[in-house]
């Protein structure tokens, strides 16, 4: 994409309005994912029985759903309206409601433990919802997410974007937001957690797998279950993106195992204390 400054309004548009066409897409095509880094989460925000757990930009409420089954008390959040009905509808005990992630509902102090499970990259500012999990933290609480390592390593991405490189244009007018790998460096994550007064800084990866019963199904999961690199494909012309499915399709196929597309996709999880 175009190397602009960021422009939070008009990002946080594009995400508020590409969500309600995705939500469901996502689930469909990213949900089996996803869920893998929710255990790993939950561990790091040491979510347990009786924990008091708010899940930020919540999505489809996998990591709800998997704190209230540990026994947490749980308070999740959504900016989008799709992705609220969606995890209500599967898990109608949970409390979700419409909120953003940079300016919290809740009061100081309120939850033992805040997670955001591939959140933050979604985020027009996210040095905002990491001071505010920070705010709404008790001391001694625990603020964990995850975001996907940078595209050498979770290669899905490193498909879709080489694809566009070679084959379209990279750098349609599209709303500028911050750099989409950004806290897949680890170093990031310790600076911007430090600076909003967390401490005990650990960041590690979790091996994630994305499986498909065939090679056309990566493209299709990017097309209709994301938001940014849906934005991107939809600009691109006809022929470009007629080639970039192709491409996609036949570099995926080289990871195809016993007829099963097993597609390496880690993710990178930070977690810090509240002193």
């Known amino acids: 994409m175009a190397a602009l400054a960021p422009d939070p309004v008009a990002f946080r548009a594009l995400e508020h309005a590409g969500w309600q066409g995705a939500a469901r897409h996502y689930d469909d095509a990213f ?8 255990d790993p989460l939950l561990d790091a925000a040491e979510v347990r029985s009786g924990a008091r757990t708010l899940d930020v930009a919540s999505g489809p409420g996998y ?26 509808s599967q898990n109608p005990e949970i409390e979700f409601r419409e909120g953003d992630a940079e300016a919290l509902p809740f009061a100081e ?29 008790r001391a001694g609480g625990r603020f964990a997410f995850t975001v996907w390592a940078k ?3 979770a290669v899905g991405f490193g498909i879709i974007l080489d694809a566009i490189r070679k084959h379209g244009n990279p750098d349609v007018p599209l709303p500028p937001g911050p ?40 493209f299709e999961a990017f097309r209709t279950g994301s938001v940014r690199t849906q934005a991107l494909l939809r600009a691109q012309s ?13 570099v995926a196929g080289e990871y195809e195992n016993h007829g099963t597309v097993e597609i390496p996709m880690p993710a990178v999880l930070a977690t810090a204390l509240k002193p």
């Open 31 to 38: 949900g089996s994912l996803t869920r893998q880094a929710v």
């Open 151 to 153: 595209p050498e390593e």
């Open 179 to 218: 750099p989409f790998f950004r806290f897949s460096d680890a170093s990031e994550c310790d600076k911007v957690l430090k600076i909003a007064g967390f401490r005990n800084v650990d960041v590690r990866k979790v091996p994630q797998v994305w499986r498909f019963s065939a090679s056309g199904l990566l």
């Open 63 to 88: 990591a709800a759903a998997a704190a209230a089954a540990r026994g947490a008390r749980v308070a999740a959040l959504d900016f989008s309206p799709a992705m609220v009905e969606l995890a209500r």
């Open 238 to 250: 006809a022929t470009a993106l007629a080639a970039i499915r192709d491409a996609v399709g036949r």
């Open 109 to 137: 102090a309120s939850f033992d433990a805040v997670v955001m499970n591939f959140g933050m990259l979604h985020l027009a500012q996210p040095e905002r919802a990491v001071a505010e999990a920070f705010r709404v933290l």
